[in-house]
């Protein structure tokens, strides 16, 4: 596995690059790019599985990235197993599950809803935030007033049986811990590049598991758990979001494309600046994934146990994420 020895390996670069402003990656990372990967989807975690296949329907037909990540995502969204996405999800501390949720276009348009309760499908409001209003994001009652002026249907604030027993059993102790990869690990984040050589992405989430009611993560506030610049490459992320907000991580990571580096490069640069500003980052995880405009792909987590879901025209597979922390 790929560490620490990656970020010591780019000792004889990290003069020059501490010169001109770069972080310190190894130019070996700069993969000039071998012709082009498209179409191509990937999204976080092992549901993406599922998610992948309702994005590969839209982008193998030709269709637009944007419309991929919606559906893709909804997929998950409307699996009522999940426990940290859609309705079905793990709640807040209070019993509510509140959901957050992202998308952006190869416009650099973009749209999200944060808070959002009662509604089955918040990445499709989201992307209605992002084309029939002035603005990027719609919150609490004002986002469901939104979704429910624009005919999505107001579901009931009911805990799934699983959930409920879960939030009931944490109810005993109330000990707000996130456990790496276990407690509360499934948000959906989806980057896709389309046929036309477009990028889109999206994410949706109810956040971390028993939260305080009101907070919101990373997943809805664009460049924090999601990003698309469509001349370099799109990044989303997935795990605690307080830590990737204090570093902009998905917008950091397509800066990092920008300025030459891999996908993947940009990735572990992007784990590196996290765990400086987060001491605690020996007990949460967090996970980059990144896509270019080339269809190179590149995945990152602090620590193991992060997969994503990668398909193009030759499959789609689950993949292990190298990760920083042993
Ligand atoms: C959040 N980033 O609300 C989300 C949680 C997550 O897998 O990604 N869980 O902080």
Not at 154 to 183: C, F, G, H, R, T
Not at 264 to 290: M, S
């Amino acid at each position: 596995m790929t560490s620490r020895r990656k970020f010591i390996q780019t000792a004889g670069f990290a003069g020059a690059a501490a010169l001109i402003g770069l972080p310190e990656i190894s130019l070996a990372e700069k993969r000039p790019a071998s012709g082009t990967t498209k179409p191509i989807v990937l999204s976080t975690w092992k549901r993406g599985l599922a998610a992948n296949d309702g994005a590969w329907k839209v982008l193998s037909a030709n269709g637009r990235a944007l419309d991929a990540v919606e559906k893709g995502v909804n997929v998950t969204e409307a699996d009522f197993t999940d426990r940290s996405v859609g309705l079905g999800a793990l709640p807040d501390r209070d019993g509510h599950v509140t959901l957050d949720a992202s998308i952006m276009d190869e416009h650099g348009s973009c749209g999200s809803v944060a808070f959002l309760q009662h509604i089955m499908h918040p990445v499709s409001v989201a992307r209605l935030v992002m084309e029939k209003t002035p603005h990027v994001m719609l919150v609490g009652e004002g986002a469901l007033q939104f979704a429910l002026e624009n005919g999505f249907k107001k579901e009931p604030d009911k805990l799934s049986p699983a959930s409920e027993q879960a939030w009931k059993e944490w109810l005993k102790k109330s000990e707000y811990k996130p456990v790496v990869n276990i407690e509360n690990h499934d948000t959906i984040g989806m980057i896709a590049l389309d046929a036309a050589g477009n990028l889109s992405g999206s994410c949706t989430t109810s956040g971390l598991a028993y939260k305080m009611h009101g907070r919101v993560g990373d997943s809805p506030i664009i460049g924090a758990g999601m990003y698309v610049d469509n001349e370099v490459g799109a990044a989303c992320a997935t795990g605690v979001g307080e830590a990737v907000m204090k570093i902009c991580g998905s917008f950091l990571v397509v800066e990092y494309m920008r300025q030459g580096m891999s996908p993947d490069a940009a990735c572990r640069a992007a784990v590196k600046r996290l765990t400086e500003r987060n001491p605690n980052y020996k007990d949460i995880q967090v996970g980059f994934l990144a896509l270019n405009k080339q269809g190179e792909t590149g995945a990152y987590a602090v620590q193991h146990g992060f997969n994503y879901a990668l398909c193009d025209s030759s499959g789609n597979k689950l993949v292990d994420a190298d990760f920083f922390v042993n």
